[in-house]
Structures are given as structure tokens and as C-alpha cells.
């Protein structure tokens, strides 16, 4: 059973950076970040696979987030630069276990609890 414990969410300006950490219980092939903002459906942000650290974007985010993982720690990490307010929301954790690069939420299996990012104006 994968468990993804998500930390690092708070409270920043625009401009800013946070670096969100994901930490499991145990081992999945492709793990995905994912955020939703109030009143807004679930949405992709970056995913890798963990073997081989092939990563993918949303279109939004590229070139300011950053996935990574580090296998001796089993986690998983984004690190978001050059934050806006529209990047705001629950940012979540997600693994799935087929090492299929996706964007579909409703394919991951393993989601954690949420950190929440404020990025204010």
C-alpha cells in the first residue's frame, strides 16, 4: 500500500518559491502532482517516473516547476519559482502504479491528504 504524505504548502508573494516535499510508504512507478483552486476541477501540474525521472508539464507551469525524486528517501518533489496567485490551491500527491506517463487524475491510485499553496498579490 502507497501512502504519499505531502509538507512544504504555505503562504507566499508573488514572485516567491516553495519547494513541496512528498514523502511515501511505499514504492510506486509514476508519481504525479495535481492542485485544485475553490471552485475549480482537480488539475494536472507535473509528473515523473521514478526509474527512469522522465518527466511532463502542464503547459501553465512549465519552466517554472520543477519535479524530482530522490529514491533513497522515496520522495517526490516540486519546486515552484516565480509563483502567481493563479498557482494557489491544494496541491496533492498522487501515484499510480503502471509506469505510464498521464495527466488523467481518475489514473492515479494513491493520493495523499493535500498541502495548501497561497500565493498572494
Known amino acids: 500500500q502507497v501512502q504519499p504524505v505531502e509538507s512544504g504548502g504555505g503562504l507566499v508573494q508573488t514572485g516567491g518559491s516553495l519547494r513541496l516535499s512528498c514523502t511515501a510508504s511505499?514504492?510506486?512507478?509514476?508519481w504525479g502532482w495535481f492542485r485544485q483552486a475553490p471552485g475549480k476541477e482537480r488539475e494536472f501540474v507535473a509528473a515523473?517516473?521514478?526509474?527512469?525521472?522522465?518527466?511532463k508539464y502542464a503547459d501553465s507551469v512549465k519552466g517554472r516547476f520543477t519535479i524530482s525524486r530522490d529514491e533513497d528517501k522515496n520522495s517526490v518533489y516540486l519546486q515552484m519559482d516565480s509563483l502567481t496567485p493563479s498557482d494557489s490551491g491544494v496541491y496533492y500527491c498522487?501515484?499510480?502504479?503502471?509506469?505510464?506517463?498521464?495527466?488523467?487524475?481518475?489514473?492515479?491510485?494513491?493520493w495523499g491528504q493535500g498541502t495548501q499553496v497561497t500565493v498572494s498579490s
Open positions: 511505499g514504492r510506486a512507478n509514476v
Open positions: 498522487a501515484a499510480r502504479d503502471n509506469a505510464v506517463l498521464i495527466r488523467d487524475a481518475t489514473r492515479y491510485i494513491y
Open positions: 515523473i517516473i521514478r526509474i527512469s525521472e522522465i518527466t
